[in-house]
T-cell receptor
Framework: AQSVAQPEDQVNVAEGNPLTVKCTYS??????LFWYVQYPNRGLQFLLK??????LVKGSYGFEAEFNKSQTSFHLKKPSALVSDSALYFC?????????????FGAGTRLFVKA | EAQVTQNPRYLITVTGKKLTVTCSQN?????MSWYRQDPGLGLRQIYY???????DKGDVPEGYKVSRKEKRNFPLILESPSPNQTSLYFC??????????FGQGTRLTVV
């Protein structure tokens, strides 16, 4: 069975500091991993994904994530946070081995960036 | 413009009154899905569809129906809504193995 854990409900960081939003996953086959961001009163927007290839994935708005197979983690990072990065972030996983579309989302992590 | 369109954006209804939330995408995506978002629970998949006339249950399908008669449309039907279906609903579409595009959401209140 697939599962995703985002262990932090909320992450607080000062503007200009690096940020990390954590995600661990469980999937029986090959993981397809995604990060999405949700701004207030909006739908989810895609940030980045890992399907195969380099473990370090770069995405939109300066975000990146590192796939770590041994730790089954896919943490989202940014070297220098902006106030405008404040939003709700979701990690998601699919089982790529089955070719299916069943996607499991984490509960979300709210990021607050203070000026 | 590539987009997923849901209607209505807001809906207040009474228990037991059948309703349909429409979803349409203009990207020729094979896959479409419905999610509900509840505080502290993230997004939970209700139903998904891999192509026309092919649908399957997600994690929380009880009380919902879907149909996929055309590739672009994937309506969500609540035959007899109950207060525990009060939630924020999202439709999404994607190509196989690719990221999902989400609609703007439908905030449903059942009283």
């Amino acid at each position: 069975a697939q599962s995703v854990a985002q262990p932090e409900d909320q992450v607080n960081v000062a503007e200009g500091n690096p940020l990390t939003v954590k995600c661990t996953y469980s999937v029986s086959g090959n993981p397809y991993l995604f990060w999405y961001v949700q701004y207030p009163n909006r739908g989810l927007q895609f940030l980045l994904k890992y399907i195969t290839g380099d473990n370090l994935v770069k995405g939109s708005y300066g975000f990146e994530a590192e796939f770590n197979k041994s730790q089954t983690s896919f943490h989202l990072k940014k070297p220098s946070a902006l106030v405008s990065d404040s939003a709700l972030y979701f990690c998601a996983v699919r089982d790529g081995s089955t070719g299916g579309f069943k996607t499991i989302f984490g509960a979300g992590t709210r990021l607050f960036v203070k000026a | 413009e590539a987009q997923v369109t849901q209607n209505p954006r807001y809906l207040i209804t009474v228990t037991g009154k059948k309703l349909t939330v429409t979803c349409s995408q203009n990207m020729n995506h094979e896959y479409m899905s419905w999610y509900r978002q509840d505080p502290g629970l993230g997004l939970r998949q209700i139903y998904y569809s891999m192509n026309v006339e092919v649908t399957d249950k997600g994690d929380v399908p009880e009380g919902y129906k879907v149909s996929r008669k055309e590739k672009r449309n994937f309506p969500l039907i609540l035959e007899s809504p109950s207060p525990n279906q009060t939630s924020l609903y999202f439709c999404a579409s994607s190509l196989r193995g690719r990221e999902a595009f989400f609609g703007q959401g439908t905030r449903l209140t059942v009283v």
